[in-house]
């Protein structure tokens, strides 16, 4: 706590190439509206650093990015699988391993429900065209449009975390990724998929608030306030 107020902590982007870590305003805008201190965390391979993150942060955001090493679930990495950011899958799935063994308030947002569902022992597609395995077609995961624009339905199941949020069974969203959860980390819950059966958002009923959300809440709650709700419920835990 930093003066009474909550301090969240948001993982940011990086480019390797540059050495440059970068952080949308949207994250931290919908932090500070929330009446929290959004703390941004710059990707480091210095270890100590990732523990002063956890005992600074009472929260904790895992934000959008690239692709996750499949090595980290067991697979090896195949052609349709995009760019990987080896600093950051190392630090923040060691961050998230630790903060839900603390029961630290996690969200984690399109990238960050896949590293949430990794790092507790779970997996994901690598790609949900290529691998798969149904006879159902898929919606358009990775649109092409505003990043403010709902494209598409979620079915919220009842008596998860998520509906007590949004107290609603269906949710119109935007959606960015190509990867999506695939086996279930042990000790969660699925919380809602979208109409073609794709994951879209996990939370472990057994902590005190660890949600994954596959859509990207920061880039809607500007234009509709419904989606300030899960920042709203990170802050208020913490």
Not at 18 to 36: H, P
Not at 80 to 93: H, K, Q, V
Not at 151 to 176: A, E, P, Q, R
């Amino acid at each position: 706590m930093k003066n009474g107020r909550a301090v969240i902590g948001i993982t940011a982007a990086f480019d390797f190439e540059k050495g440059i870590s970068t952080m949308k305003e949207d994250y931290y805008d919908a932090v500070i509206k929330c009446g929290a201190v959004p703390i941004i965390i710059p990707a480091t391979e210095e270890k100590a650093m990732w523990v002063e993150y956890l005992n600074i942060c009472d929260g904790i955001i895992f934000s959008g990015g690239p692709d996750v090493d499949a090595t980290y679930f067991g697979k090896d990495n195949m052609p349709y699988a995009n760019e990987i950011s080896p600093i950051r899958d190392s630090m923040e799935i060691f961050i998230a391993r630790q903060a839900i063994a603390m029961d630290k308030p996690i969200l984690g947002i399109c990238r960050g429900i896949q590293v949430i569902n990794i790092a507790a022992g779970g997996s994901i597609f690598q790609d949900i065209y290529a691998e798969n395995n149904t006879d159902k077609k898929l919606l358009k995961h990775n649109q092409q449009a505003p990043r403010w624009f709902q494209i598409h339905n979620i079915n919220i199941i009842s008596k998860t975390c998520l509906h007590k949020i949004f107290g609603t069974n269906t949710l119109k969203v935007n959606s960015f990724h190509h990867q999506a959860v695939n086996e279930i980390a042990p000790g969660f819950t699925v919380n809602a998929l979208s109409d073609d059966g794709i994951i879209e958002a996990i939370s472990h009923e057994g902590k005190k608030f660890v949600l994954g959300v596959q859509w990207h809440p920061e880039n809607l709650w500007r234009r509709d306030s419904t989606h300030l709700k899960l920042f709203e419920r990170l802050v208020s835990v913490c």
